[in-house]
């Protein structure tokens, strides 16, 4: 398939910029159209960069433990301005403290994140994933165009 | 000695200047006459035989064979367009400021798809030029390819600017197939990434076809040694100018803002690095380019006389209980000077009402022209957020335009400026402790009419017109 873009970024007041790198990094060399954008993201920042690029996926980092309260309503807001079918991830140290895994994937499925992920998970089989859903999701409703 | 005539033909007014050209570029002249509405070229004539002491019924093109002529206008209200983008934040603020940079006046804009009543609204407008932008390289279709669909329906004579997503070219380019149509390279190719270069050029190609259309300016034309030039973008060239002659001398070029305050709009342009990176400084949004410009189209001393007492009325009524002015007698100002746009003040109460609503423009275009910053506390401690630019590194104002020129003295435009930095809210990035030099001889935007063909001379006598772009002060620093 053509290279889908995605937009990349960490949210909220988190300047943790290294990991942030290696996924540019990564996902570049997996063949996706990177969009980085950087540390302390909002976002409407992350929905603005989609919709210009036509991103078929928003990948969130969050490394700080605030991740829940700034990804609260993202996924509504993402409806709100017309990103029905775009595939969200987030990623990181989404808490403060010890709550088990199951329970933060949990937590954050319910936001309507598609899929939730640990420092200690494996970035290839993000990346098959992240194919794997992009194929998947519906298309976008097609604008008519001639034959 | 090598000469060349400038002419500005503005609303009101047509100004002239003789320029001399030898080893030291010189002003050797200037004259004014009343613009002549129905034949502009008369008006042309006129002061152009007032400078050169020809006999007033010397026609232009008489004159264009004598010595090189070069001409700006800024009647017609100057050109409207209409400026279509996607995301407000993004490709809607680069298709504003590239309209604003290439000397246009925003008739509309719109964000996402174009609805048939905002189609409405555009046509009634009648814009001059629709800018159609949205979408980086290979992003975004479904929106750029609806607003197309929806331009080539639209009733008038507008021509259509296409400069979004590259990937699309084609497909805009059979879509818009009925209308005049230019297809330029993207402004936003990749997210936060500016290429406003080409999308200006083919505003300006545009306009240069439509502004001689009519009122006698054909005739102006065919006597020019160039161009026909919208009046912003003459000033605009000449701060290319400005920034190119600094390039040469040591240190790079000055950091200024040019204010141009007339009686329908306020204009602001800057010269100067968006943003200096620093640790601890963030920059969210686009990076706004070194030169640029806006238009406040609500501000202006005459015609804008009540829009700009609208927009300033939290600022006229602090200013007036300061004073212990009468509102209702200020209110009577603003009426007559609408509809008495040649009016000066006659009194002393109504100079301070003059004052009061060129402060109130003043506040504002700074405001808006200027970017802010915020401080924010992270885990990570604090980190201050830029958006837009940031004028701090201003070292000199250069003021045009009639009030600013007529004025003499600088209190009114430093009042509105401390009032600016001290406004409540996100911290403002304008200049610290700038100079102020008024343009008293309205000679800048005729020199920017000559900036493009003579770029040192023009760049040399706009630094002497205002005392010198920098101070010896400057000059050392750097």
């Known amino acids: 398939m053509n290279a889908p873009t995605i937009v990349l970024g960490v949210i909220g007041a988190d300047c943790h910029s290294v990991g942030n790198k290696i996924l540019d990094a990564f996902f570049n060399e997996k063949g996706f159209r990177v969009v980085n954008l950087g540390v302390m993201v909002s976002q409407d920042e992350f929905i603005d960069a989609a919709i210009e690029t036509g991103a078929a996926a928003i990948l969130v980092s969050s490394l700080y433990g605030h991740g829940e309260i700034d990804c609260e309503g993202f996924r509504g807001r993402c409806v709100e301005r017309g990103l029905e079918q775009i595939v969200l991830y987030v990623g990181g140290n989404l808490v403060v403290g010890k709550t088990p895994h ?37 298309r976008e409703p097609v604008t008519e165009r001639p034959a | ?46 002061a152009a035989c007032a400078l050169l002491g020809l006999a007033s019924d010397t026609s232009i093109t008489r004159i264009g064979a004598e010595l090189p002529v070069h001409v700006c206008s800024s009647a017609k209200g100057g050109l409207s367009i209409a400026a279509i983008g996607i995301v407000p934040d993004l490709t ?37 030029i629709v800018l159609l932008c949205g ?12 607003n197309a669909r929806a331009l080539a329906g639209m009733r008038g004579a507008a021509a259509v600017v296409y400069a979004g997503n590259a990937t699309l070219e084609a497909e805009v380019l059979r879509i818009l197939s009925g209308r005049p149509l230019q297809v330029v390279r993207n402004v936003m190719p990749e997210v936060g990434v500016l290429d406003i ?14 502004i001689v259309e009519g009122k006698g300016l054909e005739a102006v034309r065919a006597a ?111 009426q007559s000077a609408r509809e ?30 200027a970017g802010t910053a915020e401080e924010v506390w992270t ?54 402790s700038p100079r102020v030099a008024a343009d008293t001889r309205y000679l800048l935007p005729l020199l920017g009419n000559i900036a493009a063909a003579h770029r040192k001379e023009a760049a040399l006598l706009a630094s002497e017109c205002v005392g010198g772009l920098m101070t010896a002060g400057e000059m050392h620093a750097r």
């Open chain 1, 102 to 138: 199951e329970a933060v994937a949990e937590k954050f499925s319910a936001m309507g994140f598609d899929r939730v992920f640990f420092p200690n998970d494996d970035l290839e089989k993000a990346a098959r994933l992240l194919e794997e859903d992009i194929r998947a999701r519906p």
């Open chain 2, 1 to 46: 000695m090598k000469r060349l005539l400038s002419i500005d033909i503005g609303s009101t007014w047509t100004k002239a200047a003789l320029f001399g050209l030898e080893d030291i570029p010189s002003v050797l002249g200037t004259s004014q006459v009343p613009t002549t509405q129905d034949d502009l070229s008369r008006g042309v004539a006129a």
């Open chain 2, 135 to 146: 979408g980086t390289d290979g992003g975004n279709e479904t929106y750029v390819l609806h």
């Open chain 2, 92 to 128: 809607v603020s680069v298709a504003r400021l590239v309209a604003s940079s290439a000397g246009g006046r925003i008739a509309a804009h719109t964000a996402y798809k174009i609805t048939d009543r905002q189609l409405a609204v555009i046509e009634a407008m009648k814009p001059d």
């Open chain 2, 197 to 210: 270069e080409p999308a200006r050029a083919a505003i300006r190609s545009i306009f240069l076809q439509r």
């Open chain 2, 340 to 369: 008495h746009t040649a009016v000066l003040p006659g009194n002393d109460a109504e100079r301070l009402f003059d004052d009061i609503l060129a402060e109130a423009c003043l506040f504002h275009a700074l405001c808006r022209h």
């Open chain 2, 224 to 334: 020019c040694a160039g161009d026909i030039r919208p009046t912003p973008l003459a000033v605009y060239e000449l701060l290319e100018a400005i920034a190119a002659s600094g390039d040469a001398a040591a240190g790079g070029p000055p950091s200024l803002l040019l204010i141009d305050m007339g009686g329908a709009t306020t204009d602001v342009y800057s010269l100067c690095p968006a943003f200096s990176p620093d640790e601890g400084t963030v920059l969210r949004g686009i990076e706004p380019p070194s030169l640029m410009r806006t238009v406040e189209g609500d501000l202006g001393l005459r015609v804008g006389a009540a829009s700009a007492a609208e927009t300033g009325h939290a600022y006229v009524e602090a200013r007036l209980q300061k004073e212990g002015a009468s509102a209702e007698a200020f209110a009577a100002w603003v």
């Open chain 2, 379 to 432: 885990p990570g401690g604090k980190v201050r957020i830029q958006r837009g630019k940031d004028l701090r590194g201003v070292t000199l104002i250069a003021a045009s335009g009639g009030w600013l020129a007529r004025r003499g003295s600088d209190a009114p435009l430093k009042r509105a400026l401390s009032a600016a930095q001290r406004d409540t809210g996100a911290m403002r990035l304008l200049p610290v």
